[in-house]
């Protein structure tokens, strides 16, 4: 929406104001406020679940004495 500006947002706001009337419009917004809300909300308690649960990462850093595959030799 990087090309809707001022204009755009009026014509819309016409365009809705003539399809659902000025008594039911108010109605749309509180039920689109809401619906954001919640939204918001579930983002939220996701974001803060994956900071509660640890990570589960395996380490790949190399070892640091570790020989190269060629030299490293098996237990007799």
Do not use: H
């Amino acid at each position: 929406m990087s090309g809707i500006g001022a204009s755009g947002i009026i014509l819309l706001v016409l365009i809705a104001l003539l399809l659902f009337g000025p008594n039911k419009l108010p109605e749309l917004g509180r039920a689109f406020g809401r619906t954001l809300r919640e939204f918001k909300k579930g983002a939220n308690d996701l974001m803060d679940d994956s900071k509660d649960r640890p990570a589960s990462r395996v380490d790949v850093s190399p070892e640091e004495n570790a020989q190269p595959k060629a030299e490293r030799r098996l237990p007799e």
